[in-house]
């Protein structure tokens, strides 16, 4: 086995509320992890250091946060520095792997027929990224925008989608478009080989995007099949519904975390989501929590990561709380953590 590696040290502490936001579905890690083997470093080698193992990562359809993205990927682009890294696993994507949206695409007619469907249910696969279509100078153009870009994995995710959008179109049509699509890139030139793979390439573009010939987009479907598409179709509404619900709590969660100096009340955030205050609460209820206890928990997480990684005083931290009284900040963080600011600090953990 290839000796191990140390794990990369450019990670940096994630603000609260933005390191567990859910990344990505755990199928992607997999096939990264699948990448590297073939280059002869073991899933359990590529894992190491992540707080992740590949028996755990096998199991279940939890999304991966977003810090543990960051640590899979430097891991693994630290073992293989190889700059079409992301492309190539993209590449190697059958459309299996992207559950319901892939049987959705593949029973499609055509290519314009599946690429509405990447708009609206890639969430169900992933986080990262926001699909859009325009049309520029006559040609049908798939753009994205980074939701919250993160510098060390942005290629590579950049490059994994690229790949399995190509695949999409290849396994819809039987037939390769690299040659025929435009792609803006909006990094470097890597090496010299990635001009090869994507002939048509603007690099160091503004933007991501994705610029298709109409002869793509008319070619008709391998296994064009109408019932079987319906009920895919079904599949990812109702994926979608189960999705925006289990979403509720970690939306409010966000906005108050954004918002902590001044936070949106009960009845501004009912709404944002369109519902009467009442509904809110019982929503909140159900998944067991409130209003209250997850303004309290966004101002404790916050609380503690300025006690942990900055230099700021208590009062300064207080202040960044919204707290005028200081000893009144001091008497709600031991009620949260069960001792104070300063204890907190100095011990650096939340035992007494």
């Given at each position: 086995m290839t000796a191990a590696h140390p794990l990369p040290t450019t990670a940096t502490p994630w603000p609260p509320g933005v390191g567990d936001e859910p990344a990505v579905h755990p199928t992607y890690a997999r096939l990264l992890c699948a990448e590297l083997q073939r280059r002869g470093h073991a899933p359990d080698e590529v894992l190491a250091g992540t707080g992740l193992g590949w028996a755990e990562l096998q199991v279940?359809?939890?999304?991966?946060?977003?810090?543990?993205?960051h640590a899979v990927v430097t891991r693994a682009t630290a073992l293989c520095?190889?700059?079409?890294?992301?492309?190539?696993a993209g590449l190697g994507t059958e459309l299996s792997a992207h559950g319901a949206l892939g049987m959705?695409?593949?029973?499609?007619?055509?290519?314009?027929q599946a690429l509405p469907l990447l708009l609206r249910f890639s969430r169900l696969r992933q986080h990262l990224v926001h699909f859009e279509l325009q049309v520029?100078?006559?040609?049908?153009?798939?753009?994205l925008t980074e939701l919250r870009p993160d510098p060390a994995v942005s290629a590579y995710v950049l490059g994994h989608l690229t790949g399995a959008v190509l695949r999409l179109m290849?396994?819809?049509t039987g037939r390769d478009w690299r040659a025929d699509v435009a792609l803006d890139w909006p990094f470097d030139e890597p090496a010299a080989d990635a001009a090869a793979w994507l002939p048509r390439t603007r690099f160091g573009a503004a933007a991501w995007r994705l610029l298709l010939p109409p002869a793509l987009l008319a070619a008709p479907g391998l296994a064009?099949?109408?019932?079987?598409?319906?009920?895919?179709?079904?599949?990812?509404?109702?994926?979608l519904a189960q999705l925006d619900r289990g979403d509720l709590v970690r939306r409010l969660r966000q906005r108050l975390v954004d918002e902590l100096l001044h936070p949106p009340s009960l009845?501004?955030?009912?709404?944002?989501?369109?519902?009467?205050?009442?509904?809110?609460?019982?929503?909140?209820?159900?998944?067991?929590?409130?209003y209250q206890e997850l303004l309290d928990e966004a101002r404790a997480e916050h609380a503690c990561w300025l006690l942990s990684h900055s230099r700021l005083s208590v009062e300064a931290v207080a202040e960044q709380l919204g707290y005028v009284d200081t000893s009144n900040f001091s008497r709600t963080f031991k009620r949260w953590r069960g001792v104070t600011p300063r204890a907190f600090r100095q011990g650096g953990s939340d035992a007494d």
């Open positions: 279940g359809q939890r999304f991966l946060t977003r810090a543990q993205l520095p190889e700059r079409t890294l992301g492309l190539l959705a695409g593949m029973s499609c007619d055509t290519v314009a520029v100078d006559e040609h049908l153009a798939l753009s290849q396994s819809i064009p099949d109408p019932q079987a598409h319906q009920r895919a179709l079904r599949d990812c509404e109702q994926l009845p501004a955030l009912a709404l944002e989501e369109h519902v009467s205050p009442r509904t809110l609460i019982r929503r909140l209820a159900d998944d067991g929590t409130s």
